[in-house]
């Protein structure tokens, strides 16, 4: 049966929008930045170990100060507060991952939209994107906060890639912040208040999803919680149990019935959740595809989700940004094994954002 997506890790996402269930039984990591350069090797051999072991990780004690987070934050929120024909003004460039979008990422995992809006700045691509006459010190914020995330991810980076067998600023030169192929992108987001009082199964701020990128760095501020994470490895033994147990119901059956299986749609599967505590100066760190190509699938790409708030939470808005680490658009993705057909980081982000975005669909 020929797939719906032409890339393995979107035909995976495809099969874990339901609901699923939660396990709070998780340990997050909580990893210690503090002193870095000092305490590099004993930070990089924690780095693996959460990745490797958990599948996800925050940091704390990190160099970007909480003031400059809580200044972000604050800009953040007064750029959704603009009226929408102000921020029409600004619109997503297609295939850019630059500028403003209202509800139009629709996920392979859920096939609606999600609740939320959401604010791109990827540098080379910013020309008339930038709400100069609204908010005066909006740009320079926001460079000099994507700067600092972007050093923050490069220095996590380095670890993994020495880990990797690469050279410690492998990461780094594949993500050249002066490069007019340079497509890194801070996400500012606003979640939409719940104004009908729905908790409906059905809708999701964020539905279930993997990164297209390297590295995610996730900011979250006290008290507007929602995000939630399952490991990758969790859903890869759940598709190796599910595939151990189709081939075995296979072997019963003549080859009509074999083939008639090999017809029917993808399974649901069902993911277990973690709910991440926010905290605003905590940040949480997702594995991308990118990466988990890169690594051969020895790092496997973080799924996670921001649901609706039950009706004992707040319904109000909830604000975050994200930080994505993306490979600039002439960089070759492919891992020393080679497990994966080598792919420009160019042509794999089209692909993905061609999947995930209404209006940016070929």
């Not at 972000?72 to 007064?78: K, P, R, V, W, Y």
């Not at 939320?116 to 080379?124: A, G």
């Not at 912040?177 to 964020?206: C, I």
Request: hydrophobic share 35%; with cysteine.
């Amino acid at each position: 049966m020929q797939k719906p997506y032409s890339l393995n890790e979107l035909n995976v996402e495809s099969t874990i929008g339901g609901v699923g269930h939660e396990n709070n039984n998780r340990d997050i990591p909580i990893i210690d930045f503090s002193h870095f350069t000092a305490r590099r090797e004993e930070i990089k051999e924690q780095l693996w170990r959460a990745a490797t072991e958990v599948g996800f990780f925050q940091i704390a004690n990190h160099a970007i100060s909480l003031d400059d987070i809580q200044h972000a934050f604050h800009l953040t929120e007064q750029f959704f507060h603009l009226p929408q024909h102000i921020k029409q003004q600004f619109p997503l460039k297609k295939g850019l991952n630059a500028g403003w979008e209202f509800r139009e990422q629709i996920r392979p995992s859920t096939k609606t939209a999600d609740e939320k809006e959401s604010y791109q700045i990827t540098l080379p691509h910013m020309e008339n994107l930038w709400p100069t006459q609204q908010l005066a010190n909006f740009r320079t914020t926001m460079l000099d906060f994507e700067q600092k995330a972007w050093q923050l991810n490069m220095d996590i980076l380095s670890c993994f890639a020495e880990k990797l067998g690469f050279a410690a600023d492998f990461f780094t030169q594949a993500h050249d912040r002066t490069s007019a192929h340079y497509q890194s992108t801070l996400r500012l987001l606003h979640y939409l208040p719940v104004k009908d009082g729905s908790n409906s199964k059905t809708r999701w701020r964020a539905g279930a999803h993997t990164d297209f990128d390297c590295l995610t760095m996730v900011f979250q501020q006290d008290n507007q919680g929602g995000l939630q994470v399952c490991p990758g490895k969790d859903i890869v033994n759940d598709e190796k149990n599910h595939q151990q147990v189709g081939q075995k119901k296979a072997g019963s059956q003549n080859t009509t019935q074999q083939n008639m299986a090999q017809q029917k749609p993808p399974q649901q599967k069902t993911a277990s959740w973690t709910d991440v505590k926010p905290v605003t100066g905590i940040i949480t760190c997702n594995i991308g595809d990118m990466l988990m190509r890169w690594s051969d699938d020895q790092l496997r790409s973080t799924l996670h989700r921001v649901r609706m708030p039950t009706p004992e939470e707040s319904q109000q808005s909830r604000y975050s940004m994200a930080f994505f680490a993306q490979a600039n658009k002439d960089i070759l993705i492919q891992g020393r094994e080679k497990k994966y057909a080598p792919i420009t980081a160019d042509d794999y982000l089209q692909m993905r954002i061609a999947a995930n975005f209404v209006s940016q669909s070929p």
